[in-house]
């Protein structure tokens, strides 16, 4: 038995103290990728090999193109008890599919390289979205993949007290090259947190010009730009391409979401419209001069 959905943010109580750190972040080395995968390879396992043999803590990838055998994934959905504000829709199973957008964290939980995906594709002549179960991922044919390999930090999923979900947190890692300069920075974001007005402000401390972002979370609703908001307030959403971001003109960032009732948004965010439920992992990263 799930519980109701909110209706209004004031609805939205997470179950234990809030974090007094809103938008925890380290920063870090992101060096450029295009890791190779083979046809039949599991997704997981050849990213966390290839990572390890070029000395990297973690990535931040965009799958974008990728073509996956048949995997299990989950959508947003309403609590099944009565702490959590949110939890997943029982698993689904897709026959196989290319992923037009997708967004793969790479980082650790108990000791082992675990990834965190979002992606969006098409299935059955519908738009899909969802939450993917990286221990199913097979790739069907070659891919080429593109993102960055990050040292100096990377997430690491721990229990969250705040929200009662082990999450991936922003966890500070042994540099590849001890002289290595930093470019670019991790974070999460906790509850409420607006996600517009959070990167501007983590972009800000990279004391950089030019910005790009990547990454994915849940929101609790979203105002867009030019398009119809997402009502929902159980959500998970992805940073499409194309976020980027000035201190002159601000950070840019269209997403693409699922609420729980599967209803698919997409549009640029409006500042100060976006608050987060229950985290987003970002990298941020200064744009090649």
């Given at each position: 038995?799930?519980?109701?959905?909110?209706?209004?943010?004031?609805?939205?109580?997470?179950?234990?103290?809030?974090?007094?750190?809103?938008?925890?972040?380290?920063?870090?080395?992101?060096?450029?990728?295009?890791?190779?995968?083979s046809a039949g390879s599991a997704l997981l396992e050849t990213l966390?090999?290839?990572?390890?043999?070029?000395?990297?803590?973690?990535?931040?990838?965009?799958?974008?193109?990728?073509?996956?055998?048949p995997f299990d994934y989950v959508m947003p959905d309403r609590a099944?008890?009565?702490?959590?504000?949110?939890?997943?829709?029982?698993?689904?199973?897709?026959?196989?599919?290319?992923?037009?957008?997708?967004?793969?964290?790479?980082?650790?939980r108990d000791g082992k390289r675990f990834a965190h995906i979002h992606a969006f594709w098409r299935q059955n002549g519908e738009d899909r979205l969802g939450h993917l179960l990286p221990d199913t991922l097979v790739a069907a044919a070659p891919a080429r993949l593109s993102g960055f390999g990050l040292s100096g930090a990377t997430f690491e999923a721990a229990p969250d007290p705040e929200t009662e979900f082990t999450l991936f947190r922003v966890h500070p890692a042994p540099e590849r090259d001890a002289k290595a300069q930093h470019n670019a920075l991790i974070a999460?974001?906790?509850?409420?947190?607006?996600?517009?007005?959070?990167?501007?402000?983590?972009?800000?401390?990279?004391?950089?010009?030019?910005?790009?972002?990547?990454?994915?979370?849940?929101?609790?609703?979203?105002?867009f730009?030019?398009?119809?908001?997402?009502?929902?307030?159980?959500?998970?959403?992805?940073l499409s391409p194309g976020a980027v971001g000035t201190p002159a003109t601000g950070a840019r960032l269209p997403i693409r979401s699922v609420d729980y009732t599967g209803t698919l948004s997409q549009g640029v965010i409006l500042p100060g419209q976006a608050p987060t439920l229950v985290t987003c992992e970002l990298l941020i990263t200064t744009s090649p001069q």
């Open positions: 038995m799930r519980r109701p959905a909110p209706l209004v943010l004031s609805d939205i109580v997470h179950p234990g103290p809030a974090a007094p750190d809103r938008t925890p972040y380290a920063t870090c080395r992101a060096d450029a990728v295009a890791p190779e995968i966390g090999a290839f990572a390890d043999a070029n000395g990297f803590e973690g990535a931040v990838l965009d799958l974008a193109g990728l073509a996956l055998s099944v008890d009565d702490r959590h504000v949110a939890w997943y829709s029982d698993t689904h199973a897709s026959p196989g599919a290319v992923l037009n957008e997708a967004v793969a964290v790479l980082g650790w999460t974001l906790a509850p409420f947190a607006d996600l517009h007005d959070s990167v501007e402000a983590l972009a800000g401390k990279l004391g950089t010009g030019s910005y790009e972002i990547m990454g994915l979370g849940s929101l609790a609703g979203a105002g730009v030019d398009d119809p908001p997402m009502t929902g307030l159980i959500s998970e959403i992805l």
